[in-house]
């Protein structure tokens, strides 16, 4: 099937019939739930059989299993990053599941021996395979996948991910609990670590970026050069710190729902199996609903969703917990069900992770868009060092409060006030996510928008941005189809429109007067479109000079060629489509006087053309491609 086809087919699982996603989805979501099933069948074994195996007591051993699984992110993830840079992805991935098989055969040895020290050994190899495969999963990606299917690509990962972790958690703890021979646990992982080397054959090739690298083994010095580089791009490192608070917020409220469903709501282990069952089904669910939302490319506007959806439910869940009958006598799901107080909970749950699914997804495929190809690999190790750091935090913050007397439902009231402040602090050093997310929501307030061509716009380099001009919303709603920040050149009247003139500010819009009204103002916003494009940034301008009132297109002003002169870059035609009439636009009198006269949700489309060179760039050959795009739906 070509790419072609699949895009036309549509639907939210297209890819899972692409050659391009499906084998290494199936790769993932295998991996994750050998993990979790060997994991969770372990920490069951020792904690009710450990006189057979050890005299250590059951909680020492599970927090000891916990943290050789998550140590060789912190010593081998630097390495990992380099090896997914240097080499084919695609072979990589086959190496890992090799290596997975190898180990479950060591898995074998430890039940058939009766040995505790091969079965850790065994554990601290899995995640040694995790975190080997870490940066070739996010890395490959952008390598297969176009940029409108990223996010797609993404949330199915993620979804896939979380889902995988649930099964294999509950199969874990059905195999220990069976009674069955232990040997069986492992024979099951053998099988799966066996089928998801059969998937991972089909992953199509993904060429090295930098097959010169020179692999640097120390972890320590590597480690902290892959964080310099994840620090280049300021929005990508901050996109990674966001991600981490995520694993450390999401981790923290996961490892509390055994003793939740216990002591809170006095139930036994059905409880905690649908506790675990809702929140996955939440962040899966939330995980696909971001590319219905996100119109397919990559949305920035449901970050801030997502955390302000992680504050509120978080913050319900600890009053809806608080707000519970006593537990005198364990309870079995049903009588539990029957409770409107347990429904508020898991509602609670069910939006908590379906929030964090809107929050993690758009930043997963931010880090692959925006970071650097020839280091994205080190990059994602970076993160996923940083992820690793941020969990163990997170459970010794959490340990240090239980010792401190706080209980379960303070807890979660603890989390969402500090989610609440990491959020207002991220988006205070990065307003492009809080930007995003208000240009999102007038978007979908008032307009149904349609996009095509405007995949022409660069991911990075500097090039200048022309469309034409309906009304006053044009630079909210051209921010909210572009991958990236542009710097709209505007009438300084406009510039301090009420209500989006905090927007226009945020953005670092460059104020324009004309010549006859404000000279110096003039010259200076050419020097400041100038150093923006020498810096590599995007610049957009509206070349009419002002917003139509008659619906037509006015002569394009000779700035354009100004700007050229000075930086030769590249520029993009668009064309708006459907909003003259709007509220915001000038027909039939002054804007923003008649609200609602076409209604809410009306359609609108911004229309983009392939790059023009600079030399061609006229103003009349501009204003012909952006007339052309319009076409006769103003």
């Known amino acids: 099937m070509t790419d072609a086809t699949e895009k036309a087919a549509g639907g939210q699982f297209r890819l899972l019939g692409s050659r391009r996603f499906a084998p290494l989805f199936l790769t993932q979501f295998l991996g994750a739930f050998n993990d979790n099933l060997y994991k969770n069948a372990l920490v069951v ?56 098989i190898a180990i479950m055969i060591v898995a074998i040895a430890g039940f058939l021996l009766h040995s505790l020290a091969l079965l850790l050994g065994a554990l601290f ?184 959806g992680l504050t509120v439910f978080g913050l319900d869940l600890a009053l809806a917990s608080m707000a519970l009958p006593p537990v005198t006598r364990e309870l079995p799901v049903a009588v539990l069900l029957g409770q409107s107080a347990v429904w508020r909970v898991l509602a609670d749950l069910l939006l908590l992770g379906m929030f964090g699914g809107f929050f993690i997804v758009p930043l997963y495929a931010l880090v692959q868009l925006r970071s650097t190809a020839g280091k994205r690999a080190r990059i994602i190790a970076a993160n996923n060092i940083i992820n690793a750091f941020f969990m163990v935090a997170g459970a010794l913050a959490a340990a240090a409060m239980f010792a401190g007397g706080l209980s379960i439902p303070m807890l979660f ?35 149904r928008l349609k996009q095509r061509g405007v995949g022409h716009i660069p991911h990075e380099g500097a090039a200048l941005i022309v469309c034409n001009h309906v009304s006053f919303v044009d630079p909210v709603i051209l921010m909210a189809v572009s991958p990236r920040p542009i710097r709209f050149v505007m009438d300084h009247h406009i510039f301090r429109t009420p209500l989006i003139s905090f927007i226009f ?73 459907g909003l003259w009439g709007s509220f915001f636009s000038r027909k039939d009198g ?16 911004v229309a983009g053309a392939p790059p023009v060179a600079p030399a061609e760039a006229t103003p009349e050959s501009l204003q012909e491609i952006v007339a052309c795009l319009r076409g006769d739906w103003k």
Not at 593 to 600: M, T, V, Y
């Open 505 to 577: 500010r945020h953005t670092r819009a460059i104020p324009i007067a004309p010549a006859r009204e404000d000279p110096r103002m003039m010259e200076a916003a050419f020097a400041e479109v100038s150093a923006a494009l020498r810096e590599g940034e995007l610049v957009g301008i509206f070349p009419e000079g002002r917003i139509t009132d008659n619906g037509d297109l006015y002569p394009f002003r000779p700035g354009v060629t100004r700007i050229l002169e000075r930086d030769p870059v590249p520029v993009i035609p668009l064309a708006l489509q």
């Open 590 to 605: 002054p804007a923003m006087s008649k609200p609602f006269r076409r209604g809410l949700f009306a359609r609108i489309a």
């Open 125 to 308: 190899l899995l995640g040694l395979q995790s975190t080997l495969f870490g940066p070739v999963k996010y890395a490959i990606l952008p390598q297969h996948l176009h940029e409108d299917e990223l996010v797609g690509g993404n949330a199915q990962v993620e979804a896939g991910t979380f889902v995988a972790i649930l099964i294999g958690t509950l199969a874990g703890g059905l195999f220990a609990g069976a009674g069955v021979d232990a040997v069986w646990i492992a024979m099951a992982g053998f099988a799966i670590a066996v089928a998801g080397y059969l998937a991972s054959r089909a992953i199509p090739e993904a060429p090295p970026p930098a097959p010169d690298l020179v692999v640097n083994v120390n972890p320590l010095s590597e480690t902290w050069r892959n964080i310099g580089f994840a620090r280049e791009n300021r929005t990508v490192f901050l996109s990674i710190l966001g991600i981490s608070w995520f694993w450390l917020y999401g981790a923290l409220f996961l490892a509390q729902l055994p003793a939740y469903g216990k002591i809170v709501l006095g139930g036994g282990e059905g409880a905690v199996t649908l506790l675990l069952a809702v929140f996955t089904v939440g962040i899966g669910a939330g995980s696909l609903f971001c590319e219905r939302l996100s119109a397919r490319h990559v949305e920035l506007g449901l970050v801030p969703l997502g955390s302000i």
């Open 413 to 447: 009231a603890v989390a969402a006030i500090c989610n609440a402040a990491v959020a207002v602090f991220i988006y205070g050093l990065v307003p492009e996510f809080l930007l995003r997310f208000l240009a999102w929501v007038l978007i979908h307030l008032f307009y």
């Open 45 to 100: 074994l020792v904690t009710f059989q450990s006189a057979q195996w050890t005299s250590m007591r059951p909680e020492i051993l599970a927090n000891l299993a916990a943290g050789l699984f998550i140590l060789p992110f912190f010593f081998f993830s630097a390495t990992s990053g380099q090896l997914a840079d240097k080499y084919d992805k695609a072979m990589l991935a086959r190496l890992t599941k090799m290596l997975e």
